[in-house]
Every structure is written in C-alpha cells, then in structure tokens.
C-alpha cells in the first residue's frame, strides 16, 4: 500500500482529534487544570503550570568524569532537577573569586562533577528563599552556570561565564538519588561533548556528529478573545482596525496588534514611571506575565535580558531542543516596568499533538562541534563573535495543512545578539 495515503490518512484523523481536544481543552481544560490562572474578568488565559525554577531553571545538565563530557538536555530530567531545587539550603555565599572559563573547566574535570547550564544570567535574588543568608549587595549579582562535585555535593559553585566569577557556597538538599539521576540515568539520552573555544568563550559541543530527529505536530492557533480579555478591562472601548493581514486592537493607552498570516501578537501599552526595578525583580514580573499569556505545551525557558531595551526573552523546547522560527515562532519577549507591561511579543501558534514520522530513518546529521568551528573558520567568521551555540529546530508549517509543523534540526548560533541558522552564516560569509 502507497505510503502516501497511509500518511495522509493518519494525518487528517489526527486533525480531526487535535480539533475535539482542543474544543475540550477551551472550554473544559484550564477550569481543571491545578495551575491555571485567571485575569480580572474571569476568562481563562493560562492552562499549564511553569514553575520559576523551571522556568528560570538550567536547560542542560553536562557530567565530566574521567575526562570525558555527557550531556543532555532532556525534560524528563530537567524537570525534577527544578523541582528539586527548591529543596536546596545554601548558606550564604562566598567572596566571590576571579577566575577564567578555562579554570572553571579544569575544576569540573579535577573530579566527576556535574555542571548545570543555564541559558540566561539569573540574579541570586530570584532563588533568594534558599538562601540562609544572602548577602544584600550580592542579591543583584547573576550565574549561569553551577558546578556540583560528585562525590561532595555539599558544596557548589556558581559561576558567571560573562564576569567571569566564581562563589562557593555550602549546600544541603542535594540528595544522592538526584546525583544518580542526574549523571548515571540510563533512561535519558546523553551524547558525548567536549569544551571548545570560541573566541574566549568555551561552548559545551559534541564530539560526533549527532543524529536528531525531525519532528512533526498538530498546532492549535490561540484565539484572539484570549488576549482581548487579558488587556483591556473595557473591550467596549477597543477600537479594531484591519489592515491587510494585521488586525489592531486600540484604546486610549494600549495597542494589540494580531498579525494574521504569521500568528504574531504584540502588544504596546504607554506607562510612564521614574522609577527602576531591579533585575530580580524584572525576572518575577516578566515571569507573572509569561504564565498569564503562555499557553506551550511544553517547557519554555529564561533566554536573555537586554537591559538597553529592558526586554526579557523567553524561548519554547520541544523534547529538550529550543525552538527557532523565520517569524520568530520561538520566542516570547515582555517589557516591564514598575506600573507594569509595556510591551508583549507572543506567537499564538502552540503545539498540540505529536505526529509519528512514517520512515524509519526521520532524522537528520548535523555537524559534529570541531566540524562546525572548521566550516566558521573556512568561511572567514570571525570566532570571537560568535556567542551561544545550539542545536534547535526550525519552525516549518506543512504545505499539506496549516495545521501541521514540521521541526528541522538545525545548527543555531547568536552573533550580535541574534539567532542565525548556521547555513545563513555561511552564507552570508560566501561559504557553503
């Protein structure tokens, strides 16, 4: 039997569920949910439950032993490691103490030790409650990354890979079996990495190529009286304009704007203040409003502040790997201030159900990390500019129905603050 049909077949049943689940989830789902929430009107806005420690949390655990690196970023560990975070007790912090990326790298690999890898520099202050006795003037200060000796993990060390400081601190609540489950799980994928330079910047990459899976969903389109209801107090007085595909929402102080064709929403609201808030502050008010607005199925992670825009950005995974897209349909962005959100940047497009590839060998070969720097080089990319690197997936919407996307793996890197997919780095450079 042609495989086609059998494709099509199993597509259009899985459409025709993904619509029933989704009518029972609006009208059914969020009443039940234990973490929903509701704005002032009463109308649902937030279906899943997303801890700040997840939400804020490492999206990488890397394991050095023996002198070798394993990585995973898989949720199923991932997530009880969040939720055991908060069961931490930290007595206070050290003076902090300078050191280089290379010698954080030799002290993770002196002894096995896990290194925790967060995406964003996170404030002390937003874990502060497992803190004994944080010192005030050190409640600002931000880590991306905490080393955790093996055989000692009574005593951890955040480390800031951008200022380059290391604090030492006693810790208690780390119990063996999360050890266990974080570095010797059997259930979780890991792959072999290794450090390698960047510039001065040190990225945990693969020593292999690594083989990552394509992946297809049915996606649910959030619909716009959602949002209509979370930012106007008096819908009576929106004014709606349509022009092309945007449709415009508008009262006296607040702009809603609903692009249409990419499922993009922005939203601007004119609130004046004087006054500043601290950046751990910033991280809880954007986290507020990122559960009052997001609806992803899976997890969505703490990715950057850019303090000259005062913008925080948020990015969704799938299975572990974030998610990028030609619209940006990876990507939250929200502004606030002390009288509260500025500015909101969401997409409305969020995935439902998962779609079985149909061919054995769905996946797709991407560089291993010496390969990849190699092609940078030959390419005449100046390495030093390169910031981040990471294996995401590329946002692809079905020919067949606007209610497929296919997810590409691809390499991802940030140069200037932007993601690039590695093809249009080099090409941009003349390379391949």
Not at 17 to 30: E, K, M, P, R, V
Not at 47 to 54: C, G, H, V
Request: hydrophobic content about 35%.
């Amino acid at each position: 039997m042609n495989w086609n049909y059998i494709r099509k077949g199993i597509l259009y049943f899985l459409i025709a569920l993904s619509l029933f689940l989704s009518w029972n989830i609006w009208t059914a789902g969020s009443q039940t949910e234990e973490g929903a929430t509701t704005s002032g009107n009463g109308n649902p806005t937030v279906i899943f439950d997303r801890s700040l420690t997840s939400v804020f949390g490492p999206v990488q655990v890397a394991v050095h032993e023996g002198g070798d690196i394993r990585i995973t970023g898989s949720e199923g560990m991932l997530t009880p490691l969040s939720e055991n975070i908060v069961d931490w007790t930290l007595e206070g912090l050290n003076d902090p103490e300078s050191i280089s990326p290379t010698t954080f790298a030799n002290q993770a690999n002196q002894s096995p030790s896990i290194v925790l890898v967060f995406e964003g520099l996170t404030p002390f202050a937003l874990f502060d409650e497992i803190f004994d006795n944080l010192p005030a003037d050190y409640e600002q200060r931000t880590f991306n990354r905490i080393l955790i000796p093996i055989d000692n993990p009574s005593r951890v060390t955040f480390y800031n890979m951008e200022s380059n400081l290391a604090y030492e601190a006693e810790v208690s609540g780390i119990s063996p079996e999360m050890i266990d489950l974080l570095a010797y799980n059997e259930e979780q994928d890991y792959y072999s990495a290794e450090l390698l330079a960047f510039g001065d910047r040190l990225h945990y990459m693969p020593v292999e190529e690594m083989e990552v899976a394509y992946m297809d969903y049915l996606i649910e389109r959030l619909p716009n009286s959602l949002f209509i209801d979370r930012f106007f107090e008096d819908t009576s007085e929106v004014d709606v304009r349509r022009d092309g595909d945007v449709t415009r929402y508008i009262d006296l102080t607040s702009e809603m704007r609903i692009n249409e064709k990419t499922n993009i929403l922005t939203f601007n609201r004119q609130l004046s203040s004087r006054d500043t808030l601290t950046l751990s502050s910033i991280a809880e008010n954007s986290y507020r409003e990122l559960l009052r607005v997001e609806n992803w199925t899976q997890e969505t992670h703490f990715h950057h502040y850019n303090r000259e825009r005062n913008l925080a950005t948020f990015r969704r995974y799938i299975d572990g790997w974030p998610v990028f897209g030609p619209n940006g349909e990876g990507a939250l962005e929200i502004s606030v201030t002390p009288n509260g959100l500025t500015y909101l940047r969401v997409p409305l497009a969020v995935v439902q159900t998962p779609i079985a590839p149909v061919e054995d060998s769905y996946t797709k070969t991407l560089e291993s990390g010496r390969d990849l720097r190699m092609q940078l080089a030959e390419s005449g990319v100046d390495l030093d500019t390169v910031q981040n690197l990471r294996i995401g997936l590329t946002w692809r919407t079905s020919e067949e129905s606007s209610r497929v996307v296919h997810f590409e793996p691809d390499w991802y890197l940030m140069i200037d603050g932007q993601w690039q997919r590695l093809h249009a780095v080099l090409n941009t450079k003349g390379g391949m």
